[in-house]
Nanobody, 116 residues
Framework: QVQLVESGGGLVQPGGSLRLSCAAS????????MGWYRQAPGKERELVAS????EYADSVKGRFTISRDNAKNTVYLQMNSLKPEDTAVYYC?????????????WGQGTQVTVSS
């Protein structure tokens, strides 16, 4: 079993910055993909950034940066120049392969609110 624990969310004013963290723990596994998603009220969950492909949503390019620390089994999302439209619940996601099967794991979600 894999557990993903997120932290770093909160309330920030427009133009401010936050850094989200997602720490993985549990059984030994082979990581196929890892990234950050977000979901705003009334909207579908969308991909924000992928550490695997290096892709970002058009709306966050130039402002957000995804990175990882393999020794700590942690992935980060640095968010700069935040806008009210960035307000959402942010989730980390990892896809692992175990016993020949690909499995998806999600973090618990952390709220990011951008408001003056």
């Amino acid at each position: 079993q894999v557990q993903l624990v997120e932290s770093g969310g909160g309330l920030v004013q427009p133009g401010g910055s936050l850094r989200l963290s997602c720490a993985a723990s549990g059984s030994i596994f082979s990581i196929l993909a890892m990234g950050w998603y977000r979901q705003a009220p009334g909207k579908e969950r969308e991909l924000v950034a992928s550490i695997t492909s290096g892709e970002y949503a058009d709306s966050v390019k130039g402002r957000f940066t995804i990175s990882r620390d393999n020794a700590k089994n942690t992935v980060y999302l640095q968010m700069n120049s935040l806008k009210p439209e960035d307000t959402a619940v942010y989730y980390c996601k990892v896809i692992v392969r175990r016993d020949g099967i690909s499995r998806i794991y999600w973090g618990q979600g952390t709220q990011v609110t951008v408001s003056s």
